[in-house]
């Protein structure tokens, strides 16, 4: 087991720009998930990938897409940034339903 | 629609112990989560309960009632490093996915 890597860990963006954050999830686990923690909050469920398809989505509009890969890598991608977007953004990777193991994030800001 | 409350901030002494409350209102419910979460870093898993009752494991015990919508967190012996935020989550299965829904979590502070 080699945990769930993600990078960058900071990040700065300017407002209207796209960005593309990368996970690494831990060996074998086929299912991935996304989150979006606003300072203060707690993280909001972005979406979900199983076995590299969207399985499930949150609140969020189509400027926010994803893709999971056959290695178990995985990307969160942002269009159109706007200042809101400024978050850490959490990948979390699990073998089953449960058991979640989180990464410790990538920290975005939108100047 | 899902409401997870939990209180904003808790201090505490070192050695004590601290009780933190959660409740939800959810339209699913597949288990109840804590996490802990020190600044900047990522979650980490603490405790999860399906069915109603106590689990302990160690200095960490969670509390489930699905019929009162209550959950509670409680941290025995109290070290400076527990100072960190609690978050808890609900967990529900809908629309093929396997999602959690999270509180705005709860600050701890441990004095000495």
């Known amino acids: 087991e080699t945990g769930v890597t993600q990078s960058p860990t900071h990040l700065i963006k300017t407002r209207g720009q796209q960005v593309t954050l990368r996970c690494s999830s831990q060996s074998g686990h086929n299912t991935v998930s996304w989150y979006q923690q606003a300072l203060g909050q707690g993280p909001q469920f972005i979406f979900q990938y199983y076995r590299e398809e969207e399985n499930g989505r949150g609140n969020f509009p189509p400027r926010f897409s994803g893709l999971q890969f056959p290695n178990y890598s995985s990307e969160l991608n942002v269009n159109a940034l706007e200042l809101d977007d400024s978050a850490l953004y959490l990948c979390?990777?699990?073998?089953?339903?449960?058991?979640?193991?989180f990464g410790s994030g990538t920290r975005l800001t939108v100047v | 629609g899902q409401n997870i409350d939990q209180p904003t901030e808790m201090t505490a002494t070192e050695g004590a112990i601290v009780q933190i409350n959660c409740t939800y209102q959810t339209s699913g419910f597949n288990g109840l989560f804590w996490y802990q979460q020190h600044a900047g870093e990522a979650p980490t898993f603490l405790s999860y309960n399906v069915l109603d009752g106590l689990e302990e494991k160690g200095r960490f015990s969670s509390f489930l009632s699905r019929s009162k919508g209550y959950s509670y967190l409680l941290l025995k012996e109290l070290q400076m490093k527990d100072s960190a935020s609690y978050l808890c989550?609900?967990?529900?299965?809908?629309?093929?996915?396997?999602?959690?829904?999270f509180g705005k979590g709860t600050k701890l502070s441990v004095i000495p």
């Open positions: 989550a609900v967990g529900y299965s809908g629309a093929g996915s396997y999602q959690l829904t």
């Open positions: 979390a990777s699990s073998l089953e339903d449960y058991g979640y193991t």
